[in-house]
């Protein structure tokens, strides 16, 4: 939303604003392109249930990895992994950034197959361009019978969501707006932070009102 303060009526022609302030969802099957990563066994797309896993039934008690490169701003973020329950063992679930590994998780047991859990991990350093991996195992837990063994869980997961808690200044707000003012030249007006300027040159002020508003008065 903008809001626009001058003596004669303007007009919005173009409006896109991306808030990097925005939490940021990394999906498995889509945004993790390496899914065969050295030292691991390859993972898999379960297409069926939007999730990565690694095939139980050639990998019993194996490690499958994905990882992507960060291309947000660099700060600080709370990340959370979205993880599916599965009846037949406790999956968990590894998180590396840039390399050093921040944390793991195991899923609880459960008695019911696919219900998402979050976990989190708080206050996590992540820098534009860092390699974001996520490492995943089978798991039995020995309760259902399968073949002469026990079934295994596979490691399904669906996405990353990294919230942020700070993050660069010179990074927290990036948009380009393009006003039409009747009677006068088109306006872009870009914004970074907390300070605007327009093109063709042109006195403005404004503020950032809540994540996506500004106000902008021309003078």
């Known amino acids: ?10 007009s919005l022609c173009l409006f896109a604003v991306v808030w990097a302030r925005d939490p940021v969802t990394l ?19 379960d297409n069926n249930r939007k999730a990565l896993a690694v095939n139980a039934k050639f990998h019993k008690d194996k490690y499958g990895a994905a990882n992507t ?25 590894r998180l590396v950034i840039g390399g050093t590994q921040i944390g793991s998780f195991q899923n609880p047991s459960s008695n019911q197959d696919y219900k998402e859990i979050e976990h989190t991990w708080e206050a996590v350093t992540v820098n534009s361009g860092d390699e974001i991996q996520v490492e995943f195992n089978t798991h ?9 063994g026990t079934a295994y ?16 200044s010179s990074q927290s707000f990036i948009r380009k707006q393009q006003l039409t003012i009747p009677g006068q ?32 008065n021309l003078k």
């Open 140 to 148: 039995t837990n020995g309760k259902i019978p399968e073949g002469s």
């Open 69 to 93: 490169t960060f291309d947000g701003a660099s700060g600080t973020y709370d990340i959370t992994i979205v993880t599916l329950t599965e009846t037949d063992g406790e999956s968990t679930y």
């Open 27 to 45: 999906v498995a099957i889509q945004d993790f392109p390496n899914i065969n990563v050295n030292g691991f066994v390859t993972a898999y797309k």
């Open 185 to 216: 030249n088109s306006q872009m007006f870009s914004a970074t932070g907390r300070s605007m300027t327009s093109s063709p040159a042109r006195s403005t002020s404004g503020s950032i009102i809540g994540k996506r508003g500004v106000t902008i």
């Open 153 to 168: 869980s596979r490691g399904r997961w669906r996405r990353l969501v990294l919230t942020p808690v700070s993050v660069s």
């Open 1 to 10: 939303m903008i809001r626009i303060s001058t003596p004669i009526m303007a």
